[in-house]
């Protein structure tokens, strides 16, 4: 018996150790003011946790289809690629990748030039050699192809009568199509990560990829014809809801199961269940999981119990460190909970954080506005608990790990208790 349970132990402590926390790093982060400036020095205790580390972001040139950094001043001249890569000799483990999109490479015609690539042979080959040049001129492990596919519309909470209407009004224009040859370049991307992966053999560089928020995986992506190509695949299964999406309701962003009268989809669960079911193997995903809040205002509409989903305002203006409309960072969020002890004498500035303990829904803090309708505010936003039990969920699915998005969003000076990096290490415990 106590050699069996010694065999258990010691694999589960090898399965544990074998799951990988996969590190997002946003270089914006370096131009952020006062205490969410992120100096490459800020990483160092990150990296105990972190398997891969992956940059964020480079771009692809709209004439040439060429990859190129996002900031050749920041990233190249400035050597920001190469302090990152040399991470790599104090965390001889760790393996760096270059990110090309995220969400950051938006052009004048928005990102158009992500489809018009797939489209061309010769542009999806300009594409493979020049971003082979940049990962092994930079001294990066490999490449993340964080495609900047078209986003789904939002879907509302409808009324039974706007639904009738609605149904009437797609019956006769059909539903809307944002992308009319979404099947062409479903295939021409499984193309493109086949030709990247042959180009990469080699020299044995990695090839992984990022599943952005809002993009329907069943348009864009084949699991079974994709994973073979790939190391990973990171689900950025959050920001289900967010105020540019939904200005008028505030609801859970990224839920780990789904919730009564919501849409089916939106939620981890399903997400990861779709991967599964249409053959992804477990091993190869990686559960992404955000480090910061959307943040709504609250308003004299806005039911005052702040349960979800509730009438609101539009975004909440920008936090003093991340300085984006609508979002918080961890520690943009910490800092203002409401202290019990204290709620009475400083209810009015702070918020009220509603925990989770069904461990389906998410964490939420809100405060009310004042008598004039000012101040009211709704974040529905990821903890240390909240992560955890999602890393648990990774877990207990058998995925291959987790991601944090991203650890610049994290609270990497210690503000809210001291620890720093809390929404990182309670993931990696978690798993
Ligand atoms: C994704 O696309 C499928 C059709 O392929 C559709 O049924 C589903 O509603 C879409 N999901 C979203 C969130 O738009």
Request: with cysteine; aromatic share 12%.
């Amino acid at each position: 018996m106590k050699i069996l349970i010694f065999a258990f132990l010691a694999l589960a402590a090898y399965v544990a150790a074998d799951n990988k926390v996969v590190c997002y790093y946003n270089s914006k982060a370096y131009f952020r003011d006062g205490q969410g400036k992120f100096d490459v020095n800020f990483i160092d205790p990150a990296l105990q946790f972190c398997t891969h580390l992956i940059y964020g972001y480079a771009g692809i040139n709209a004439e040439t289809f060429k990859a190129q950094p996002l900031n050749e001043l920041f990233d190249v001249t400035r050597d920001n690629y190469r302090h990152i890569t040399e991470l790599k000799r104090r965390f001889p483990g760790l393996r760096v990748l270059l990110s090309v999109g995220g969400g950051e490479d938006i052009g004048d015609d928005g990102n158009i030039k992500y489809r018009t690539i797939l489209e061309s042979v010769d542009h999806r080959l300009a594409f493979v050699n020049s971003a082979q040049a940049l990962v092994k001129n930079f001294g990066f492990d490999g490449l993340d192809l964080a495609w900047e596919f078209p986003e789904t519309k939002p879907k509302k909470i409808r009324g039974k009568i706007s639904s009738f209407f609605s149904k009437l009004k797609h019956k006769i224009v059909g539903e809307s199509v944002i992308d009319e040859k979404a099947e062409e370049h479903k295939e021409q991307f499984t193309a493109l990560v086949r030709e990247i992966r042959n180009a990469f053999r080699h020299d044995g560089l990695l090839l992984t990829m990022s599943v952005l928020p809002n993009v329907n995986s069943s348009v864009y992506y084949d699991p079974r014809a994709l994973a073979p190509n790939l190391d990973f695949i990171t689900l950025e299964a959050f920001d289900f809801y967010t105020p540019k999406r939904n200005p008028k309701e505030a609801d859970y962003p990224a839920p780990l199961y789904e919730l009564i009268d919501r849409k089916y989809d939106e939620n981890v669960d399903y997400q990861v269940r779709y991967w599964l079911q249409k053959g992804a193997p477990n091993n190869k995903l990686i559960l992404g999981i955000p480090a910061y809040g959307r943040a709504w205002k609250m308003d004299e509409d806005s039911s005052i119990s702040g349960v979800p989903p509730l009438s609101i305002d539009g975004a909440l203006e920008a936090g003093p460190y991340s300085k984006e409309e609508g979002l918080l960072s961890y520690p943009e969020v910490c800092v203002k909970l409401a202290n019990p002890q204290k709620l009475t004498t400083a209810a009015g500035k702070h918020l009220r954080k509603v925990g989770d303990p069904s461990k389906r829904k998410g964490t939420y803090a809100f405060r009310t506005p004042d008598e004039n309708g000012e101040g009211g505010a709704w974040v529905g936003y990821e903890d240390p608990d909240t992560a955890g039990n999602k890393a648990s969920y990774a877990r207990a699915k058998g995925l291959g790990g987790i991601a944090i998005v991203d650890i610049t969003l994290d609270d990497f000076r210690g503000l809210c208790t001291g620890n720093k990096y809390p929404i990182l290490r309670a993931a990696k415990l978690g798993l």
